[in-house]
């Protein structure tokens, strides 16, 4: 998935859960959860999804020398 793909499924659990529902509709699908706990939980997976998604491997190269006495 891609990350605007995700962050409109955030988006939609995040008005589900405000407004008191536990179905959700996106992309044409309808999804229904159990209970706030799952829904809740789906959430949090799709907030851990964006934030490995967002995070870049940036590396730091530091020379240093070392002097032989």
Do not use: C, N, Q, W
């Amino acid at each position: 998935m891609t990350l605007d793909e995700l962050k409109s499924r955030h988006s939609a659990l995040l008005a589900a859960r405000y407004s008191g529902t536990r179905s959700v509709s996106y992309d044409g699908k309808s999804l229904t959860y159990g209970s706030d706990a799952e829904l809740a939980a789906a959430i949090a997976d799709i907030e851990r999804r964006i934030a490995a998604l967002e995070r870049t491997s940036r590396r730091v190269l530091r020379p240093f020398a070392v002097k032989d006495l």
